[in-house]
């Protein structure tokens, strides 16, 4: 048996578009929640002892640590919002907030 | 096919379990508990193969029965009265996210005053819900009306609930023969379910019922006003269908005697066994009588009623709820927008309330009313028929002032 | 099946429409970790709907339903209904309620479901008021807190949704906070793999309705256990464990003194909240002791 044809066996549901009634939602989107913020993470690289509390503080979950990086904390600005529990929770207080527009 | 002797619930009972529903939540009042009771019967026996889920209220009966069908299965509840009124936030979930539930309502009025017996006050209040309403006219019909709406409800352009109407105690515990169809018959007739539209599956998630904006609420009330008027038809179809299949016909409204009637009554429920019966008696004495009975009030079948009453000059219609500050009871309305364009007299009644029986010296007071109108020799009708002469003094209380 | 217009990592969004600081989303974020894709949730009106979505779009990639403020215990009966018929005993049904859907209007088919042993995770996350409506007291808005509808402070003590669960004596219930998350992500796993009803009530500091910084939010939380105004229990098989006990608790003020709604007190009133919260606090712990 090629592998086609075992591809072909394996019964795979394909996706279609129907029409449903009634209220659903059916796209996973994700709104612009970075343009609220008012202050923004700064963080010394320096300082970071890479612990990731930051990351697991943050309600988010945009904040990467990626220790082989000298900026090795990496936030996802199109998201965050700047509440600043990353910089309230840091242990050595490495991160700072920071006012992002006059 | 066999002859069961059975009560309106159990008729009831009957077709749900035929239905093969896999969960059953139910909450039990008078007088719907022996359905609550007789279902769990079924499941514990093993004779209905169902999840049974004892709810603590009304009100959890119809969102358990409504999340169950929106994850899959065939769910069944019943209620009536305050059980109903309780339910009124989760009828609009049920409706508005198109799950195709059928429910029976044994109706009985709401309180105050609390009362355990017949009205349609109930399930009136619940009219504008996007929910179907079939009323049933005796036990048969219970049984025949609940798989029909199955059918209907389930249909590909309704995805619409159902109520099914019995009249407390005048059906649900009035004892009569009814023909019971194999199973095998059911089965084909309706069929297994299938979740059509929305569902909750984690092969395939979608997020149900979440906010709608003002932008699309409005089109979405539409797509159920669409369904609505879909069903019209649907249903005659599933009628002629079941006509067919089990021997039985149905109409969404039945004209009674009513093509050379002078007079028509228009009814719903276990009256018009009796309306019936008074317009044969009334046609033997030469009076041309004839009754409308309304089978289906959601959606109301506006061509239909015109088809039937359209040269009928003078029109009665019975109202079993008391429609408190509207001009008329609902049915009275409904019938008055049916026929705006026809000239007719139309008088409504409100009686019956509260497990009043509506006597056959009733209907014959309102046929003879109605016909003394038509020929010119009255002018009013007894709108509260079956009126006590006392009705503002029946309670006579001594207070300390 | 879902469009994914923005992917993730995780089940939840990363751009959802909740406050800056928000507890819940925090909460959402972690149970959902530990839950994974096999999971149906039901969720109320009210903060948590953020996750529902609006119009076509959702933040969630798992199936979910929104039902009415008072039946999301019924709800998630009713799925667990169906997949029972059908022979589905792996997927996970969450119930993710606030406190008002929960403690007020929700207390009765929360109670049903208890009751009946359904196999339900209900979560409770406890922001102590009605915040989506604008803030109004709830029957777990704590003692003395000012709210919309408490302008002068709520002049009762909280509902304990806990001891209501236990009264039950369902499998499993605990508290939790999202000052440790660790013990949060333990509970839910273990309520997960619990035959039978599980209740979570989880602490959930809101910036907007407590009115502090919202950087404070785990702080807070962390205030919270550390001065005796939560704490931290599980209810297992019977067995009542104390998860974590101050050897001291601290000054009241090291909690409230953050926050607005607290912040019309005048010092005799502060002191009152203090012994309020110091007797509660060792009379609970007695409690909870006394039922093993």
């Known amino acids: ?102 | 096919m066999t002859y069961k002797m059975m009560d309106g619930n159990l008729a009831a009972v009957e077709a749900m379990k035929m239905a093969k529903v896999q969960v059953v939540s139910a909450y039990p009042i008078t007088p719907q508990s022996n359905i609550a009771e007789k279902l769990s019967d079924l499941v514990a026996s093993g004779e209905l193969k169902a999840e049974y889920i004892r709810v603590e209220s009304e009100h959890s009966a119809l969102s358990v029965a409504t999340t169950a069908q929106l994850a899959g299965v065939r769910a069944a509840t019943a209620t009536a009265s305050n059980g109903l009124a309780l339910m009124h936030e989760v009828l609009g979930m049920t409706s508005g996210n198109r799950v195709p539930i059928v429910m029976p309502v044994v109706n009985r009025g709401v309180a105050a005053p609390w009362t355990l017996w017949c009205e349609h006050g109930d399930a009136m209040a619940e009219r504008d819900m996007g929910w179907m309403q079939f009323y049933c006219e005796n036990v048969q019909e219970v049984f025949d009306l609940i798989l029909m709406a199955y059918k209907a409800a389930e249909d590909k352009d309704v995805l619409t609930p159902a109520m099914v109407c019995l009249d407390g105690f005048f059906l649900s515990h009035s004892m009569q023969k009814i023909v019971v169809p194999k199973q095998e018959l059911v089965d084909n007739f309706i069929g297994g379910y299938k979740s059509q539209n929305t569902y909750l599956d984690t092969e395939d998630p979608m997020f149900i019922c979440d906010l709608t904006g003002s932008e699309e609420y409005t089109e979405m009330k539409y797509q159920q006003k669409v369904a609505m008027d879909n069903a019209i038809g649907v249903i005659e179809q599933v009628q002629r269908e079941f006509e067919e299949r089990f021997g039985r016909k149905y109409s969404i409204v039945e004209g009674y005697r009513t093509e050379d009637a002078d007079v028509v009554l228009v009814a719903l429920g276990s009256m018009c066994g009796t309306g019936k019966h008074v317009v044969n008696k009334l046609r033997e004495k030469g009076k041309k009588v004839g009754l409308a009975k309304v089978t289906v009030f959601r959606p109301f079948p506006a061509e239909k009623i015109r088809e039937i009453l359209s040269g009928t000059r003078c029109i009665g219609v019975f109202d079993r709820s008391a429609g408190i500050g509207g001009q008329g009871g609902p049915v009275w309305s409904e019938v008055c927008a049916a026929m705006k364009d026809i000239s007719c007299d139309i008088r409504n009644y409100t009686g019956g309330l509260g497990g009043r029986d509506v006597s056959p010296d009733n209907i014959e007071k309102i046929f003879d009313e109605l016909l003394e109108i038509s020929q010119g020799k009255r002018k009013n009708h007894t709108a509260w028929i079956d009126l006590k002469e006392n009705a503002m003094d029946i309670r006579q209380v001594i207070k300390n002032v | 099946m879902y469009d994914v217009q923005h992917n993730s990592r995780g089940l939840v969004s990363h751009g959802v429409s909740a406050c800056a600081g928000c507890g819940m989303e925090l909460i959402m974020r972690n149970v959902l970790e530990v839950l994974g894709e096999d999971t149906i949730i039901l969720i109320p009106p009210g903060c948590s709907a953020l996750f529902s979505g609006f119009g076509n779009e959702t933040a969630l990639k798992i199936p979910g339903f929104q039902g009415n403020l008072e039946n999301t215990a019924a709800c998630a009966a009713g799925v667990r209904a169906a997949l029972n018929a059908k022979g589905n005993k792996h997927t996970t049904v969450l119930a993710f309620a606030g406190d008002g859907g929960t403690v007020d209007i929700g207390i009765q088919s929360l109670s049903g479901v208890l009751e009946r042993r359904d196999k339900v995770l209900y979560i409770c996350y406890d922001n102590e008021a009605y915040m989506n409506t604008g803030i109004q007291a709830s029957s777990s808005t704590p003692y003395f807190a000012g709210t919309t509808t408490t302008p002068s402070g709520k002049k009762t003590g909280r509902k304990d949704l806990m001891q209501i669960a236990i009264a039950h004596d369902i499998p499993y219930a605990a508290t939790a906070s999202i000052n440790n998350l660790n013990d949060l992500k333990k509970k839910v796993q273990k309520a997960k793999d619990t035959d039978g009803p599980s209740l979570l009530h989880i602490h959930t500091p809101c910036p907007t309705g407590w009115r502090y910084e919202p950087a404070k939010t785990i702080e807070i939380a962390r205030a919270a256990v550390q001065t005796g105004c939560w704490i931290l229990y599980e209810y297992e098989a019977g067995k009542v464990t104390i998860n974590y006990r101050q050897k001291e608790l601290k000054p009241i003020e090291e909690y409230i003194g953050f926050q607005g709604r607290f912040g019309n007190l005048s010092k005799e009133q502060k002191k009152e909240i203090q012994d309020y919260v110091t007797k509660q606090y060792n009379k609970y712990i007695i409690k909870l002791e006394a039922m093993n």
């Open chain 1, 1 to 102: 048996m090629t592998v086609m044809q075992k591809q072909q066996e394996k019964h795979t549901p394909k996706p279609q578009k129907f029409r449903v009634y009634g209220p659903v939602a059916t796209v996973y989107g994700s709104s612009n929640t970075g343009s609220w913020r008012i202050l923004c993470p700064k963080v010394d690289y320096e300082a970071c002892i890479k612990c990731g509390t930051c990351a697991r503080s943050c309600p988010a979950n945009i904040i990467d640590i990626i220790k082989e990086q000298s900026e090795c904390v990496v936030i996802d600005f199109d998201y965050c919002k700047g509440c600043g529990i990353c910089a309230n929770e840091c242990p050595v207080k490495c991160i700072s907030m920071v006012v992002e527009r006059g």
